[in-house]
């Protein structure tokens, strides 16, 4: 059992509102990031909200009261509603919407071929989704704070992270304007 985790509780103060709800191509962009971990071979999938809460079909939702402070306490609260018997967990985010689920297949192969860590790489360069194995889980909740996610533990371990190259898989670009949307 591998677990989506989708960070989905941001204001979207440069975007003018909170992303979750924002539609692109018919879908929220928090549903668009619930299909992604699925269809990549997450379950559960859990949902951290904040700034928007609202139903999600298919997913467990949690709200992080601290939303105000940044990813690290939405993360934090994400990785605390990971099911025990969860093996891993893969963290997307909302304003991600272009990587497709093939990303999310690739890490969770990696997990299954021994990855304790595994991030995404395009061209190169770590960016989202990530796996993190179950004997990290409670390191990296702990590790956590401000607007900061998972990258200062990943490159403190960076012994035990397994690159993933997911070039054809998506564009792991962020939407931060409206127009960012157009771009994808």
Known sequence: ?????????????RFGRPKALVEFEGERLVDRGVRLLEQGGCHPVVVVLGAAPTPVRGAVTVLNPEWET???????VGLEAVPPESLAVVIALVDQPF??????????????????????????????????????????????????????????????????????????????EPGDLAAG
């Open 99 to 176: 990587i497709r689920p093939g990303a999310v297949e690739r890490l969770i192969a990696a997990f299954q071929a021994g990855a304790e860590l595994a991030v995404a790489t395009y061209s190169g360069e770590q960016r989202n989704p990530v796996l993190i194995g179950r004997g990290h889980i409670e390191d990296v909740a702990a590790s956590l704070g401000g607007d900061v996610g998972a990258r200062p533990y990943l490159r403190k371990n960076a012994d035990l992270v397994t690159e993933v190259p997911c070039d054809d898989a998506g564009d792991p670009a962020d939407i931060d």
């Open 70 to 76: 940044g990813m690290g306490s939405s993360l934090r």
């Open 1 to 13: 059992m591998i677990t989506g985790l989708l960070l989905a509780a941001g204001a979207g103060r």
